[in-house]
């Protein structure tokens, strides 16, 4: 079965503009995660889903961030407008529901979006 | 709160040392799961393992192995005979498991670690 998939795996722009981040869960996986990572912070969750509704978003830095689940399959993270500040790697993870909770069932990560932003 | 700390930030050492990664974690769940994974210089975040609380029987998988320690709140990784293809970034993970509530992974900072030829 193929892994986390996201795209794109690089991305250059310019401040103020719109970035799309995309990515598809492992089939099966109800569970998809957004992190981010920088030297600064380390890895840190911004959101997660749960049969493609959002269930904890207190991690989205400020509403320069929106992420949406519309199937099971896909997901997006949009910045807009995109700041300097918001380069980093950005990892999707999935993983498929445990029967008593979020926390036991092991993520798999996808390969990340490595995001620069002039 | 969950936590994880990661004390050491950078190790290197010589092929075919031996060498252990520490992981200290905090929780007031009494159930909880503790997880490896590691990040080679390609990137991506390769799963390598997953504890629960209650199972404290150290495990190994070939030059890996894993020690819990619940009465010192530990998590420590060991390499045996370290290869050069073991350097890479590793982080530990902590997450409790709340039936019906919000859980998340919190990872530490991450131990890099190089090896020499």
């Known amino acids: 079965d193929a892994g986390v998939i996201q795209s794109p795996r690089h991305e250059v722009t310019e401040m103020g503009q719109e970035v799309t981040l995309r990515c598809k869960p492992i089939?099966?996986?109800?569970?998809l995660f957004w992190y981010r990572q920088t030297m600064m912070r380390g890895l840190e969750l911004l959101i997660y889903?749960?049969?493609?509704?959002?269930?904890?978003d207190s991690g989205m830095p400020e509403d320069r961030f929106s992420a949406k689940m519309p199937n099971a399959s896909f997901s997006t993270l949009k910045i807009q407008p995109s700041e300097p500040r918001d380069s980093a790697v950005y990892f999707c993870?999935?993983?498929?529901?445990?029967?008593?909770?979020?926390?036991?069932?092991?993520?798999?990560f996808g390969p990340g979006t490595r995001l620069l932003v002039l | 709160a969950q936590k994880v700390t990661q004390a050491q930030t950078e190790i290197s050492v010589v092929e075919k040392e031996d060498v252990t990664l520490d992981c200290v974690y905090e929780?007031?769940?009494?159930?909880?799961?503790l997880f490896w994974y590691k990040q080679p210089p390609s990137g991506e975040l390769v799963f390598l393992i997953r504890?629960?609380?209650?199972?404290?029987q150290n495990e190994i998988s070939g030059r890996y192995s894993w020690n819990f320690q619940k009465s010192t709140s530990s998590f420590n990784f060991t390499i045996t005979a370290s290869q050069v293809v073991d350097s890479a970034v590793y982080f530990c993970?902590?997450?409790?498991?709340?039936?019906?509530?919000?859980?998340?992974?919190?990872f530490g900072k991450g131990i890099t670690l190089s090896v020499r030829p």
């Open positions: 089939s099966g996986h109800d569970y």
């Open positions: 993870a999935s993983h498929r529901g445990g029967l008593a909770g979020v926390g036991q069932e092991t993520q798999y």
């Open positions: 889903f749960n049969n493609n509704v959002p269930i904890d």
């Open positions: 993970a902590l997450s409790e498991q709340r039936t019906g509530a919000n859980s998340k992974l919190t």
């Open positions: 504890r629960n609380s209650f199972d404290e």
């Open positions: 929780t007031r769940d009494t159930t909880y799961y």
